[in-house]
């Protein structure tokens, strides 16, 4: 029997294990990598898609007084639109609780910081979620009933059967019985379900008039007929017909549109939420468009590497390959049969490739998650459908990198091949060699400068005066469970040795609380809602906010009730030349100004602030300073217990929540980081074989010359200066693109970095040094080896 | 069985232009062993090439069979190439990656040949050339003279009218190298049209007639037999 095509390949690697290993391993990487960053950007864009009729599904967001928008809306909303609404099938209203903890035995430990969503009847019937076991009540959860999510029914009860058994939620050990669990799916989602509850009637209340409050997220699913523009005009006939009219307001309805006291609503299409939506309250953290189009752009870089790669290594060998195909084009194979055989190898080696990749995919989630903290496509593990497309992936690529070989390796004509065979290696494939060579370290060099660039904002971020001094300053959240004993606590803390200054107020910069008010100059004919932090006297000196001119709240002066302190960027919004003594509102006296400091986002300007004085807070901001920061919290945790009734305090970082504003920048410097490396280790994978080649083809050459007197340092030279040239050549290509694409990034950032020419000769040197050390590395050898040796093989 | 007349091939590169087959003109009958001498450069192998339907000629007229193949494509060139010809190397042209039973395969495989039938042909011509034992080696485990026997086992396989030898000796110490020559000799006994290019007078005696060759012209044919 004759070798297949399979086995011909099989011997071609045995014989040359170097080249066929580092094809393999490239090829194994590009398509893991690839397939990685394909699943992650697939699940990415299809997130709340997986929704039967996804596209009949949107939210219903509002805003008042111009607070920025809410993601949930109005309780009594559900009621008006089904009630009146024809293009609305079903509307359902969720309630996100906070934090608490489950148990299965009374007495039991509890699972902690499970947030449940109270729905009502008709959530399955605008969400689709396929059950494990048991069934939805149709009727919607009854008082007592739950339902859970496949995960947490794991958690909670192992392998037992959940079905019928009862969970105690919360400090008071509410019972309620599970009647179903819901299938835990690889999709991503924006909605994060744990545990379901029945909505109690009491969140929806009575229609009272006030449409001034979000508290529950709205959701619709069209009728068949219905059409997102219907429900907009329903909804701008609500404003007008119901909610103008009940704001009581003696404006026209055109003044009430334009005025603070305006109720909007945004209709937000479902499969747009997760990347779109990025209003206050949102239910989990959106997605970053940003990074899923750069990772899929990378994905696609690093398998087109992968297929250039082995296009090379496969074509470098041609003078080896065309003696065989000479031969077997002389004894009669037409060139299809060959082309075919070629194809049927580069199919083979990319199903071994996938062998390899199903345990590099692991791999890289693995090293992903590790370097970076956070999984790249989440908890669920591949599904047997990814193996499936990985398979037809795997085989694409194949035949991809199998196509250049197949047409250029057999278009020599069988006399050329067989004769002079060291001479024809020919000029034409050199030239596509080096234009891929160069396109490869062009993708090196642009996704080197990216990460720079990216590296070096997210430090600008985290490194810039924020107007405010970050650094021992904790919040402590929970104060409500004090009640009355809230002044006796902040007086233990201030006892304690580590603590410089405490300052009771109603928010913290770059938390998530928002408190607005309306300001009106008299020199201004409508007022203005600016963002506002109810503070006491000590707010300034505990979060290091820079006075400029004027004085703090003074606790003494009865009169600094009614007293402001503006930022800087406030007292220009509001027009004011001498702030300091001017008047705002009719009664309230600006007192001082402080410097623009950092509250709300990196990206935005720092916007218009003002200080109000308060004597009340929901929060206590602590400034400690000196270490031993766990003995300290150690400490004043014990001392709470007796104020807290045994709760733990809830405890924020200032540092932690700027590091949040920052995060997506982070994770992205980081994601991009991560596959920089391997599109690196790709192109030198490439360039170590190309030069492991070109090695082995002039080893006489070099021989000859070391005999005619050439040092090392020459033959370095000598072998190192062509890819070095092409290193250079896609540098200079590659600089000029990412360098576009990178600054219309950086025009997001109110404040941003300037990308100078240190940059630029970083990444260059980063890309050329690589280029050097490998193949100098590589070369060493042959240009130190005894020349007689080289030249006796001959 | 090969009439050529005026046959024509010019190489050309930016500066020079070479004629490597100057109006040749030669018949070579069926059954016929014809060897073609001349000194390097002299065309012989770009007449071989020609005769073996790898190259075409720019001018002139070869006959194959009576039929004007000058100016065949690549296809049909190839076609009539594996159904006709067979080719024995100075270099043997051995592949590396395929044992001796593999390379002798491959010109029955391109014909189409089913393979038990395969097998049974290999076995029996691998026999005749007394390399049986060898089957499964590969051609760098082989000595020269066993590798030539090889490579005239590949050319005679699918049993071709012509053989197209090119310096079959010239790799191979002189006894090995007679082996080669009886063993072309008894296929030309057989039938079989032999056209050696060679460079060694004792080799052209095994032949019925040489053609020598200057110059890509013919200077003188002489009849041995």
């Known amino acids: ?794 | 069985m090969i009439k050529i007349s005026d046959l024509q091939k010019v190489y050309r590169t930016e500066e020079v232009e070479t004629i490597a087959l100057n109006k040749l003109t030669f018949d070579v009958k069926e059954g016929e062993f014809v060897a073609v001498m001349g000194p390097s450069g002299c065309g012989k192998s770009t007449l071989l090439n020609i005769l073996g339907l790898l190259d075409d000629p720019d001018g002139g007229s070869f006959l194959f069979n009576g039929t004007e193949v000058a100016h065949f494509n690549e296809r049909k060139r190839a076609d009539l190439r594996k159904r006709n010809i067979g080719f024995v190397f100075q270099s043997f042209n051995l592949i590396d990656e395929l044992t001796v039973f593999e390379n002798v395969e491959l010109p029955l495989i391109y014909l189409g040949v089913k393979g038990p039938e395969r097998k049974q042909r290999v076995e029996t011509v691998l026999d005749k050339m007394q390399i049986m034992h060898r089957r499964n080696h590969y051609p760098q485990q082989l000595s020269g003279g066993q590798q030539q026997r090889v490579a005239v086992a590949r050319a005679v396989v699918n049993n071709p009218k012509l053989i197209l030898a090119d310096e079959p000796t010239g790799n191979l110490d002189s006894s090995n190298g007679n082996e080669v020559m009886q063993l072309l000799t008894d296929l030309n006994e057989q039938g079989t049209t032999i056209i050696m290019v060679t460079h060694s007078e004792h080799d052209s005696r095994y032949s019925h007639r040489i053609i020598r060759m200057l110059d890509g012209q013919t200077v003188t044919e002489n009849i041995l037999v």
Not at chain 1, 620 to 649: C, M, R, W, Y
Not at chain 1, 699 to 724: C, H, Y
């Open chain 1, 1 to 794: 029997m004759h070798p297949s095509s399979f086995t011909f390949a099989w011997r071609n690697i045995r014989k040359y294990p170097a080249f066929s290993l580092i094809n393999l391993g490239g090829l194994a990487i590009g398509i893991a990598a690839s397939f990685v960053l394909l699943v992650y950007s697939q699940r990415e864009m299809s997130c709340d898609r997986q929704f039967r009729d996804h596209d009949r599904i949107a939210r219903i967001g509002t805003d008042f007084f111009n607070m920025g928008g809410f993601a949930p809306s109005q309780p009594f909303l559900r009621e008006f639109l089904r009630a009146s609404c024809k293009d609305v099938q079903y509307a359902t209203a969720l309630m996100s609780g906070d934090l608490m903890s489950v148990r299965t035995q009374q007495q039991d430990r509890a699972y902690t910081a499970i947030r449940a969503y109270y729905i009502d009847s008709v959530f399955f019937k605008v969400f689709s979620y396929p059950v494990a076991s048991g069934a939805v009540p149709q009727a919607g959860l009854a008082p007592g009933q739950t339902i859970l999510m496949e995960d947490e029914a794991r958690k909670f009860f192992g392998s037992q059967d959940p079905i019928g058994r009862t969970i105690y939620v919360a400090k008071e050990n509410q019972p309620y019985q599970i009647v179903a669990v819901l299938k835990s799916s690889f999709q991503k989602s924006h909605l994060d379900p744990r545990l379901f509850l029945p909505l109690p009637a009491t969140a929806i209340g009575k229609f009272d008039g006030n449409w001034s409050s979000a508290s529950l997220y709205n959701y619709v699913k069209l009728t068949p007929q219905g059409s997102m523009a219907g429900l907009q005009r329903w909804l701008d006939r609500l404003r007008e017909k119901v909610i103008y009219p009940t704001s009581g307001a003696i404006m026209s309805f055109a003044q009430w549109q334009a005025s603070p006291k305006n109720v909007k609503f945004t209709i937000q299409p479902l499969a747009d939420i997760y990347f779109h939506s990025n209003l206050n309250f949102e239910l989990s953290p959106g997605g970053n468009l940003t990074q899923v189009k750069l990772l899929g752009a990378i994905g696609l870089f690093l398998i087109l590497l992968a297929i250039i790669n082995y296009v090379n290594l496969v074509t470098a060998r041609s003078s080896v390959r065309s003696r065989e195909i000479g031969i077997k084009k002389t004894f009669g194979a037409s060139r299809v049969r060959l082309g075919r055989q070629m194809l049927l190898e580069s199919l083979f080696f990319s199903l071994l490739a996938m062998g390899l990749a199903v345990v590099l995919i692991r791999g890289i989630l693995f090293a992903y998650k590790w370097a970076t903290g956070i999984p790249l496509t989440g908890p669920m593990s591949l599904t047997p459908m990814h193996y499936l497309w990985l398979l037809v992936f795997s085989l694409v690529v194949g035949m991809l990198a199998g196509v250049y070989p197949a047409i250029y390796l057999t278009a020599f004509k069988p006399i050329l091949s067989i004769r002079s065979l060291a001479m024809q290696s020919g000029k034409g494939n050199g030239r596509v060699r080096n234009v891929l060579v160069i396109f490869q370290f062009m993708v090196a060099a642009g996704l080197v400068f990216s990460s720079f660039v990216i590296y070096a904002q997210w430090q600008f971020m985290q490194n810039k005066d924020k107007g405010l001094s970050t650094q021992g300053v904790l919040t402590i959240n929970n104060l409500y469970t004090m009640g009355k004993r809230t002044a006796a606590f902040r007086q233990v803390v201030e006892q304690q040795a580590q603590v410089v200054s405490t300052s009771l107020c109603e928010r913290a910069p770059a938390s998530n609380d928002i408190v607005m008010y309306t300001y009106k100059t008299p020199a201004m004919s409508r007022p203005m809602t600016i963002p506002s932090f109810p503070v006491d006297a000590r707010y300034i000196q505990t979060l290091g906010l820079h006075l400029t001119s004027g004085r703090n709240f003074d606790k003494d002066l009865v009169s600094d009730t009614n007293s402001l302190i503006l930022n800087e960027s406030a007292v220009a919004a509001l027009g004011l030349f001498n702030p300091v003594g001017s008047t705002i509102n009719g009664s309230e006296r600006v007192i001082g100004v402080v410097k623009d400091f950092n509250y709300a986002s990196f990206r935005q300007k720092i916007g218009p602030v003002v200080l109000r004085y308060s004597q009340t807070g929901c929060m206590l901001a602590v400034k400690i300073s000196g270490g031993h920061v766990n003995a300290f919290l150690d400490q004043l945790n014990a001392k709470a217990k007796e104020f807290t009734g045994g709760e733990p305090l809830e405890i924020n970082w200032l540092d932690d929540n700027f590091a949040k504003l920052a995060e997506k920048e982070k994770l992205l410097g980081e994601a991009i980081t991560f596959f920089t490396a391997l599109a690196i280790l790709l192109a030198t994978l490439g360039l170590i074989g190309l030069t492991l080649f070109t090695i082995e083809r002039r080893t006489r050459e070099i021989g000859i010359r070391k005999v005619l007197g050439a040092n090392v340092d020459q033959i370095l030279r000598l072998v190192s200066r062509d890819f070095i040239r092409l290193a250079v050549i896609a540098a200079l290509v590659a600089f000029p693109i990412s360098w576009w694409l990178m600054n219309r990034w950086l025009e997001d950032f109110a404040y941003r970095i300037h990308v100078g020419v240190g940059t630029f000769f970083l990444a260059g040197a980063v890309i050329v040094m690589i280029a050097w050390s490998v193949v100098s590395l590589l070369t060493i050898r042959a240009a130190m080896a005894n020349p007689i040796h080289s030249l006796r093989t001959e």
